[in-house]
Structure formats: structure tokens, C-alpha cells
């Protein structure tokens, strides 16, 4: 028996926070690109350049959501694994 302060999760409310998560996630990542590289290159030996990671468009990437409660515990990445957004 649910609590009544308990709402049901419907999949268009999880689609509804798949998507924000996911913004919140692309936007946090996009405005550290500077950040990302410099990490790098502090941690990398034989490091590409940041013009080189720029030009060879490796900074733009796709992410994508799965919540753990999705996932198939036998197989890949679970029902969740479509949710992508282009980091640029």
C-alpha cells in the first residue's frame, strides 16, 4: 500500500526529469570546457593540445541518462539509454 504522500511515477514524468537532468548536466559541463581542458592537461603526459581537441571536435559529445532503476540488471544499459544531448 502506497503512503499517500507517495506520487506515482509515470513515464512521462520520469521523460520530464530524464530532460532536465540531462540539460542541467549538458549546461554544467559546456560552461567548464576551459576547466575540463586544464584538468587535463595538469593530469595527462603526451596531452593533445586544447586547439588540436577543438579543431578535431573531440570537446562536442553526446550524453546520455539511465536511471538506475531502469536497468535490466542482466543486460546493457537499461530502457533508459536513449535520452542524448550534444555538448558543442
Known amino acids: 500500500m ?5 506520487q506515482v511515477l509515470s513515464e512521462e514524468s520520469k521523460e ?4 532536465h537532468v ?6 554544467f559541463l559546456g560552461s567548464r570546457k576551459d576547466e575540463i581542458y586544464e584538468n587535463y592537461a595538469k593530469q595527462s603526459e603526451g596531452r593533445l593540445s586544447k ?5 578535431e ?7 546520455a541518462i539511465t536511471f538506475l532503476r531502469d536497468k535490466k ?3 546493457g544499459l537499461g ?3 536513449f ?6
Do not use: H, P, T, Y
Open 2 to 6: 502506497k503512503d499517500a504522500n507517495e
Open 16 to 19: 520530464v526529469w530524464r530532460d
Open 22 to 27: 540531462l540539460q542541467e548536466i549538458v549546461n
Open 51 to 55: 586547439e588540436v581537441i577543438e579543431d
Open 57 to 63: 571536435g573531440l570537446m562536442d559529445f553526446e550524453l
Open 73 to 75: 540488471k542482466w543486460f
Open 79 to 81: 530502457s533508459g539509454f
Open 83 to 88: 535520452k542524448a544531448n550534444l555538448i558543442r
